[in-house]
């Protein structure tokens, strides 16, 4: 069994069983983007942090999109 984490790492030895405890830790900025990440298991912990992440504007659907969602769960 191969456990991988969110960030592409692999774990090894006791993180790799699906049973052993995991810790994670997201520290998140003043404008809510996700500036660091920290797993920890065991005396192991290995942290991936962001930097310098641009900024875009959130999306938009089209003005003649339909929610299809929206639509099945009316029809229930």
């Known amino acids: 069994m191969i456990r ?3 960030f ?3 774990a090894h030895d006791k993180a790799v069983d699906p049973a052993a405890p995991l ?3 997201v520290t998140v900025g003043a404008g809510g ?3 660091e990440l920290a797993l ?3 005396p192991w912990t290995y942290t991936v942090a962001y930097s310098r992440l641009g900024t ?3 999306l938009a659907a089209p003005a003649n999109a339909r929610s299809l969602l929206r639509e099945r ?3 229930r």
């Open 73 to 75: 769960l009316r029809k």
């Open 33 to 35: 983007v996700v500036r």
């Open 8 to 10: 592409g790492y692999v």
């Open 56 to 58: 875009t504007r959130a």
């Open 40 to 42: 920890s298991w065991g």
């Open 4 to 6: 991988v984490f969110p």
């Open 23 to 25: 810790a994670a830790t």
